[in-house]
């Protein structure tokens, strides 16, 4: 049940710490620096030249986020919409990857990519939830994230366990193409093993419901980030508009000013995520915003420059660019949360949408 929680998506917004302690459980050796992921025989992707990563909605953000990854760690990798597979997917051959991420392991779209990867020759591999899915029986092998069970149609801790083992996995990829783990893993290890820890201390002293009651009534929703920070932005759209019923949108912050600023006004707030890539630039697109009226809210440390220069701060525990995002995203999942409480939707089953959509 839902125990002291109100709604199934704010329990398991709370249940993130261990589901992340959960998916590292015996796969990380903070010690030795090495990624210890005995889902894999030893060199299983020694021969990869480039991955292409299949997803739908919150499984594609994290899909993009797993994907930036792996290309900051020397691997041609390109995420793709599972449900545009078929009439864009870029050509396989048998040194390429093909990772379907998929919570239930059960969504057609992404079925369909992998079906198509398999039959062209690619090696595939699924990211799932569900031990004995179509995904994990179909896709050559498969790496569970251990989350236990999500039952709010909302993705909420599925996302920051997939984005974790996404980027070791990306790691592991890496060492095993390049015949040595990246010198990065000694800060991004203990950074990785003090995420339960980080997100336990943002649930403790979260503002997101002032926040969101600060803004409620607004007319629409934006979120911006770059880098790692831009698949959060998408992320944080997607899941206030599925649950609050209300405009959002998510932009690379540099794109704003190529369009979307004409949607800007003082009623329209934007949530401006920083990952510490290229934050001066992701500041100064979100000033453009500011100086046309609209409220900036930073997601960043305490401390960061854009805390003095917003209208609102939503703090995240200091850690790793490569795991920034993830804190950002939990923040902005409340955000999603107290904002569609105050409009007392039906936060766990919002209308027209299913958990498992197992229709093309
Ligand atoms: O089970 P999957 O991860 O394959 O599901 C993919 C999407 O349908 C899913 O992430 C959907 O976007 C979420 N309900 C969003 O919160």
Excluded: W
């Excluded at 991955?51 to 041609?76: D, M, N, R």
């Excluded at 939707?345 to 958990?355: C, F, Q, T, V, Y």
């Amino acid at each position: 049940g839902k125990g002291e929680y109100d709604h199934f998506m704010l329990k398991e917004i709370h249940e993130q710490p261990t589901a992340l302690s959960q998916a590292l459980e015996g796969r990380i050796d903070t010690q030795n620096a090495r990624i210890a992921l005995a889902d894999f025989e030893p060199g299983t992707f020694a021969d990869v030249d480039s991955v292409q990563f299949v997803a739908c909605g919150t499984s594609y953000h994290a899909a993009l986020y797993g994907s930036l990854a792996l290309k900051q760690a020397g691997i041609e990798s390109t995420a793709l919409l599972a449900n545009e597979y078929s009439v864009s997917a870029p050509p396989v051959d048998d040194d390429t990857l093909v990772v379907a991420v998929t919570q239930s392991g059960e969504t057609a779209d992404t079925l369909n990519a992998l079906r198509q990867a398999e039959a062209e020759g690619a090696m595939t591999v699924t990211v799932t939830n569900v031990v004995g899915s179509t995904a994990a029986r179909e896709a050559d092998e498969a790496l569970f994230i251990r989350a236990g069970p999500e039952i709010g149609v909302a993705a909420t801790k599925t996302f920051s366990s997939q984005a974790v083992m996404l980027t070791l996995l990306g790691q592991r990829i890496a060492a095993d193409r390049h015949g040595e783990p990246s010198a990065d893993l000694e800060t991004l290890l203990p950074d990785l093993a003090a995420m339960p820890d980080a997100i336990d201390d943002l649930l403790a002293e979260t503002d997101a419901e002032a926040i969101a009651e600060r803004y409620h009534g607004s007319r629409s929703y934006f979120f911006i980030g770059r880098g790692l920070g831009f698949p959060v932005a998408l992320e944080g759209a997607l899941k206030f508009k599925e649950i609050t019923y209300e405009h959002a949108e998510g932009f690379a912050s540099g794109e704003l000013k190529h369009g979307p600023l004409a949607l800007v006004t003082p009623d329209t707030p934007v949530f401006a995520i920083f990952t510490g890539q290229e934050d001066e630039k992701t500041l100064k697109n979100a000033e453009e915003a500011q100086t046309r009226g609209a409220p900036v809210i930073a997601v960043c440390p305490e401390g960061h420059r854009a805390v003095d220069v917003a209208d609102a701060h939503l703090e995240i525990p200091e850690t790793d660019a490569d795991l920034a995002g993830l804190l950002a995203n939990v923040q902005l999942q409340l955000v999603s949360y107290y904002a569609a409480d105050l409009l007392d939707r039906p936060i766990d089953k919002p209308r027209n949408l299913a958990k498992s959509v197992t229709v093309e």
